[in-house]
């Protein structure tokens, strides 16, 4: 860690949330918010203007995916937190492979997130421990891009959720009985690194997998 306070950027368009940081920030001994910022343009000037040694900065900004800063922020010299509120091995990889130090859920603990930001500062690379595996798989080439390895039926049950089926509704179209329907739910989460169903076709439409 460095000898002197960590000099952090606050990257996020939501006032409330960085006002939230900003002030728990403050009340963290060794943290100094040197400046915040709301876009990926911003985040660029301001770390080339105050030298952060770490920025956090939020995935999804008005102008921008915030990881198409990373490596301009990371030549300034930055060690770059992204702050996401989908945690899943695709995002995790696209982190990593653009040089950022570590991913963190907008939900995790104030604690939790200034604790990430020591790490970071002090040379770790932080993601959550249930996606390490995904990451490093992804990295090294070892999996196949997302959503290559479903199946037929996974793919019409996609499909089907993205369009607002119901398990009933979508039993009914593929004529199966529904726990069935839940086991190929399950596969497509598990597949895809979702959590949810709305996680699930959030991610399916980002990658092109259903319109």
Same mark, same amino acid.
């Given at each position: 860690m460095p000898p002197h306070p960590i000099r952090v950027l606050l990257v996020e368009d939501h006032d409330m949330v960085a006002e939230a940081i900003g002030l728990a920030f403050q009340h963290t001994a060794g943290l100094d918010v040197v400046a915040t910022a709301r876009?990926?343009?911003?985040?660029v000037a301001a770390t080339r203007e105050h030298r952060p040694d770490v920025v956090v900065l939020d995935r999804r900004l008005p102008d921008g995916d915030g990881t198409s800063a990373i490596g301009d922020l990371a030549?300034?010299?930055?060690?770059? &937190?992204?702050?996401?509120?989908? =945690?899943?091995?695709? $995002? @995790?990889?696209?982190? +990593?492979?653009?040089? *950022?130090?570590? /991913?963190?859920?907008?939900?995790?603990? &104030?604690?939790?997130?200034?604790? =990430?930001?020591?790490? $970071? @500062?002090?040379?770790? +690379?932080?993601?959550? *421990?249930?996606? /390490?595996n995904g990451v490093l798989n992804r990295l090294t080439g070892r999996v196949p891009p997302t959503g290559a390895s479903l199946t037929a039926r996974e793919?019409?049950?996609?499909?089907? /959720?993205a369009d607002g089926a119901s398990t009933d509704e979508i039993a009914t179209r593929l004529g199966v009985a529904r726990n069935t329907v839940r086991n190929h739910v399950q596969r497509v989460l598990d597949k895809l690194g979702a959590r949810s169903k709305l996680e699930a076709v959030t991610i399916a439409r980002r990658e092109g997998l259903v319109d």
């Open positions: 876009s990926v343009a911003g985040a030549a300034l010299g930055a060690r770059v &937190l992204v702050l996401t509120g989908e =945690a899943t091995a695709s $995002v @995790a990889a696209r982190v +990593a492979e653009a040089g *950022g130090a570590g /991913l963190v859920l907008k939900s995790s603990r &104030l604690e939790e997130l200034a604790d =990430a930001v020591r790490r $970071v @500062a002090d040379g770790e +690379a932080v993601f959550d *421990g249930t996606l /390490l793919r019409e049950t996609l499909a089907l /959720l």
